[in-house]
């Protein structure tokens, strides 16, 4: 369908009903076609606001590693064994079972370690 358009095309104004070039009117974000004098851009406060939720999550998480630690009794490497360490108890120093043993008894002053 073929519209009006050029220095002849007139229309009217939506709220102050004054004719108006068909160019000169501007569509205001209610949907009306309005003269210059009456157009007003859309508040800012009217748009919803973006959402952006906090990161809560790890991108690729990777669980917890518990090193086992080397415990010395005595001067360092005359006396040692590995603890069990685990991931809920890490102040587990129980130790591990080794298939050979490292220390069978030893004593520092009036302390006895015994190990099996």
Wanted: charge should be negative; hydrophobic fraction near 35%.
């Amino acid at each position: 369908m073929a519209h009006a358009s050029g220095k002849f095309a007139y229309g009217l104004c939506d709220y102050c009903g004054q004719r108006y070039h068909l160019n000169d009117l501007r569509k205001n974000w209610r949907g009306f076609k309005v003269c210059p004098d009456d157009y007003e851009p859309k508040e800012p406060q009217l748009e919803p606001l973006q959402f952006v939720a906090d990161a809560i999550t790890l991108d690729q998480p990777r669980p917890d590693r518990v090193e086992p630690m080397t415990v010395y009794v005595g001067a360092p490497g005359d006396t040692a064994f590995q603890s069990r360490g685990s991931a809920t108890n890490t102040n587990d120093m129980r130790p591990s079972i080794v298939d050979s043993v490292i220390m069978a008894r030893g004593s520092v002053g009036t302390v006895t370690v015994e190990i099996s």
